[in-house]
């Protein structure tokens, strides 16, 4: 017999959390024919199932829909939290819940960000969604990138926006400001408050507002233009110009053209499904979303109830079409339909088109999303393939996940620094990459060591796990997890090879500094030399026999040049910032303290150079005499 929601049946629910210990352990949510929904832990389990089912308390989209079928809680109780932190990961991999397993959007894909949580908000393009601040908003995935990055030049230029993450001057505006494509935030030329109402328009894009938001402009322009003003409402409709032609290009149109839909189809392949979202709003197209999906543990109709579960559950109301076209029959149809309409406020219907031009645009959505699942396999396909055979030609035990590559940069010693770059599932992981710069007092101009920095650097990356080992931790019972949410201590970035631009010199400080930590018999650790392209492994004196266009030493090349791309790019950067402070070093009467000052006022040696007198002189610490000095020292022809 079927068990009624909790949240229908109050007795039974009033019961039921009476009797919940208030102690740690793990919870399990399930609904009408027992299928597990969700497993979380608490180090205090009644406070926290209640709070699922408090009136008042405001809980995200997605775990409504999931309360809204929870039927029955099973609890397991635990002498400590660490325990139900343990019990909980392996239930999840065991079981596989449907509310904890989150669908991978395709890191290829960027999102539109508004750090609306800031005084004056940014908007940028990033491939990696993650919560800054609980009011920034994330709009997307796209899947057209270039058409992405020429609308948001396009809104820029018609829109004055923040421009710059970090102001280019401390107590002035730059260029963007002289030319209205900045409002001067850094200075606060404008309010808060009227800079973020300009946003707001902005969002209503990417929302697919654009009817709304020309309404909006036209009541603006009349009214600036019976207030006389001219020149703002020539601007406002500066503004409605370049929005049409943002859409001027858009033909695909299907029937009641004022209806707003999003079309949802998918295609599959092995293990892998690639859906895509149409997002049509007055008869046209205006975004293009993709996600795709592991689909071993799921089936068609499953994986497009995640996609909409995961999509509307991150969008504003407003967003959510009243139509929505599938490609598959939902397995809760009429209560995905039921949880749009609640949170939009108005009816939400979900249809599978049979026929029509509806069903035409479905089977387009369809062979979109098969065009984007045959360029993600191509490239899942190939990289399998390098990283097989970097397997058998390393003998390793199992396939490299994450691979770790470091470099070191420098002319002569001076500017010493090296590169940590990371490739996962061989793709390029940037959000890991990382930078170092050389501290060993060994290493300066005129002496350079290589194995010392390549040692130092080693060290500096792995003296968390050295320390994690040391007082008793387990290394290979914590990689068998597979995941951080046992570990407080963020040991989570273990790589399964590391990889050393050089030799068998660099290799051997590297296996040397890894004794140091106690580390070597856990580490895979493999050095390749550029002059041949020979591959050395430790405590082996000839390298091992590749050939030069197998898939796994192409791998392993694409992965040494990133490093050294990283590598060198920032020692340029630390070069050139010792060149400029090189040259204010030149300058009479400035001492390291005021060329600091000097540098935290303009920002740039460029700055500097274009600077007033009056503007120098009213820099703080520096006075009329040092500032004529310098003002003489960049322009001296204008002293004779």
Same mark, same amino acid.
């Given at each position: ?113 508004? +750090? ?6 940014? /908007? ?90 020309? /309404?909006? *402009? ?5 009214? &600036? ?52 979202? #149409? ?16 689909? %071993?543990? #799921?089936?068609?109709?499953? /994986? ?32 995905? %339909? ?52 970097? +397997? ?30 990371? #490739? ?26 290589? &194995? ?6 080693? +060290? ?22 597979? %995941? ?74 694409? *992965? ?5 791309? &990283?590598?060198? +790019? &920032?020692?340029?950067?630390?070069? %050139? ?27 740039? /040696? ?35």
């Amino acid at each position: 017999m079927e068990l009624t929601p909790l949240i229908r049946d109050k007795s039974r629910l009033s019961n039921f959390l009476k009797d919940i210990p208030n102690d740690p352990g793990c919870y399990l949510m399930k609904d009408g024919e027992d299928r597990l929904l969700y497993v979380g832990k608490s180090k205090k389990l009644r406070n926290r199932v209640r709070s699922y089912f408090r009136s008042g308390n405001e809980l995200s989209p997605r775990i409504s829909l999931m309360v809204r079928q929870v039927a029955d809680i099973e609890l397991i109780v635990t002498d400590n939290e660490s325990e139900a932190l343990t019990l909980e990961s392996n239930l999840i991999k065991s079981h596989q819940p449907y509310f904890n397993v989150l669908l991978k959007d395709d890191k290829k894909y960027p999102y539109v960000c508004i +750090t609306w949580g800031d005084k004056y908000p940014r /908007i940028f393009l990033t491939r990696k969604r993650r919560q800054r601040q609980l009011k920034d908003k994330y709009y997307g995935p796209y899947v057209d990138v270039y058409l992405l990055r020429q609308t948001l030049f396009s809104i820029k230029k018609l829109f004055p926006l923040r421009q710059r993450r970090i102001p280019l001057y401390k107590d002035r505006t730059c260029l963007n400001y002289s030319i209205g494509r900045c409002p001067g935030v850094c200075q606060e030329e404008i309010s808060s408050e009227d800079y973020k109402n300009t946003l707001k328009r902005v969002e209503m894009i990417f929302q697919g507002r654009t009817d709304e938001l020309r /309404i909006l *402009l036209e009541k603006q322009m009349i009214s &600036f233009s019976e207030s006389l003003k001219f020149e703002e409402a020539g601007s406002v409709r500066d503004q409605l110009k370049g929005i049409d032609r943002l859409y001027e290009s858009q033909k695909m149109i299907i029937p009641d053209s004022s209806v707003c839909r999003d079309i949802i189809a998918m295609a599959s392949e092995e293990n892998i499904s690639s859906v895509q979202i #149409f997002q049509m709003r007055s008869g046209k197209l205006i975004g293009r979303l993709g996600y795709f999906s592991d689909n %071993s543990n #799921f089936n068609s109709s499953q /994986i497009l109830q995640q996609v909409i579960e995961n999509h509307y559950s991150n969008v504003d109301p407003v967003e959510i079409p009243s139509e929505i076209l599938v490609q598959h029959q939902l397995v809760n149809n009429i209560l995905i %339909s039921d949880w749009l309409s609640e949170i939009k406020k108005q009816k939400v219907n979900i249809n599978v088109p049979k026929r029509s031009r509806k069903a035409e645009i479905i089977k387009l959505v369809e062979k979109n999303a098969n065009l984007e699942l045959q360029r993600i396999k191509q490239s899942h396909d190939k990289n399998l393939v390098e990283l097989d055979d970097l +397997t058998n030609i390393l003998d390793l035990e199992n396939i490299p996940k994450r691979i770790e590559c470091y470099d070191i940069s420098h002319i002569q010693g001076s500017d010493a620094v090296a590169s940590q770059v990371v #490739f996962i599932d061989g793709v390029a992981a940037r959000q890991h990459y990382r930078r170092y710069k050389i501290k060993s007092p060994n290493i300066k101009i005129g002496h350079s060591d290589d &194995f010392e920095s390549m040692a130092e650097v080693i +060290t500096r990356r792995f003296r968390r796990w050295a320390r994690f080992k040391e007082e008793g931790g387990d290394i290979d019972a914590l990689l068998s997890n597979e %995941s951080s949410v046992l570990d407080n201590q963020n040991l989570n970035d273990w790589p399964d090879l590391v990889v050393i631009d050089g030799g068998k010199g660099q290799l051997s400080s590297v296996v040397a500094a890894l004794e140091d930590l106690k580390l070597d018999q856990n580490l895979n650790v493999i050095s390749l030399a550029k002059k041949k392209e020979e591959v050395f492994i430790p405590k082996v004196k000839q390298s091992l026999v590749t050939e030069s266009n197998q898939p796994g030493m192409l791998l392993l090349r694409r *992965l040494r040049d990133e490093a050294h791309r &990283f590598a060198i +790019t &920032f020692h340029r950067q630390k070069r %050139s910032q010792r060149m400029k402070r090189s040259q204010l070093n030149e300058i009479p009467g400035l001492g390291p303290q005021r060329i600091k000052l000097l540098l935290e006022h303009f920002r740039s /040696i460029e700055a500097i150079q274009m600077a007033t007198f009056s503007e120098l002189s009213s820099t703080p610490g520096l006075g009329r005499s040092t500032a004529v000095v310098i003002r003489n020292y960049f322009h001296p022809d204008k002293n004779k």
